[in-house]
């Protein structure tokens, strides 16, 4: 969804470097007991799951209330088939296998972004439960991410199945290793998130979107359930991204005041840096 760019972000920038440091003496002080072939089978499960996640977000990429979309903008040629949908794959060349016109992220982004980022949920998951947990995040934020750069929109679909797949997968890590608290926090942290992003949304409606509000609560969760301080630092490190992204922007004339910027992949941005730190 978009978030309108306003010099005032910038100063959250500070307070999220602070917010940082302390996270990683959190996350030190969780141990870690997911080795070097988890963290390696993480890597290779984001390649394999790309062009997955490239067919979702060619469906997807379209105005909200369209229907998904199945054949190439430029040719018509039929692409993803009619039904069964989830098993539809696209090429990782990032073109249309008819007439070459690019269709979806660029060549291996996909696979690349879910490959780096499951890694870095492999390297800091503390069991194999929190890593199902937050592998299913990521494999649902990162098609997500793209959705939102292309078309300004967080499908309900996939922001709810992002949600309920996490929370489900922390409750079972609750069950395995007996810590009632880490999922109370984690629940505390999606509420709380989502009413923060929700409240945004209500104030600046030009703003935010209610799809910011709705992936708030899965990393509401997957944060809370590492630590507060991880919460804090990865909704600090969100706005931090976004405006010096929006900067960067304004420095090269590419985007005003005025703008509107896609919030989501600064928010998922934001989640990965607090854990990896």
């Known amino acids: 969804m978009g978030v309108r760019f306003s010099g005032e972000q910038s100063q959250m920038c500070g307070k999220a470097c602070l917010n940082f440091a302390a996270a990683g003496r959190t996350q ?65 060349t990032g073109r249309c296998p008819s007439c070459r016109a690019r269709i979806g992220p660029y060549p ?19 069991s194999v439960w929190e890593l199902a947990a937050l592998a299913w995040l990521v494999l649902l934020s990162v098609p997500l991410a793209f959705i939102d750069m292309a078309a300004r929109r967080l499908p309900d679909p996939l922001t709810a199945t ?4 996490t929370f489900a997968l922390l409750a079972v890590a609750t069950v395995a290793g007996h810590q009632p608290g880490h999922l109370g926090r984690a629940a505390i942290g999606a509420v709380a998130l989502a009413c923060f992003y929700l409240i945004l949304a209500v104030i600046r ?26 919460l804090l630092s990865g909704t600090f490190a969100a ?32 989640t990965l840096a607090a854990i990896a730190l």
């Open 205 to 230: 409606p030009g703003g935010l979107g209610l799809g910011d509000a709705k992936l708030a609560a899965s990393v509401g969760a997957a944060l809370g359930w590492v630590s507060w301080q991880a």
């Open 108 to 126: 291996l982004l996909a696979e690349l972004a879910t490959g780096l980022a499951l890694a870095v949920v492999a390297a800091r998951a503390s």
């Open 162 to 165: 992002a949600f309920v797949g």
């Open 239 to 270: 706005f931090a991204l976004a405006a010096v992204y929006g900067g960067a922007l304004l420095a090269l004339h590419r985007a005003t005041r005025t703008s509107h910027l896609p919030l989501g992949p600064f928010i998922i941005l934001g």
């Open 28 to 92: 030190a002080e969780r141990g870690n007991t997911v080795t070097l072939p988890w963290i390696i089978a993480g890597a290779a499960a984001g390649l394999i799951a790309g062009p997955r996640i490239r067919a979702s977000v060619f469906s997807r990429s379209t105005e909200s209330g369209q229907p998904a979309r199945l054949a190439c903008p430029a040719c018509a040629q039929q692409i993803l088939p009619d039904c069964r949908r989830w098993r539809a794959l696209l090429p990782v």
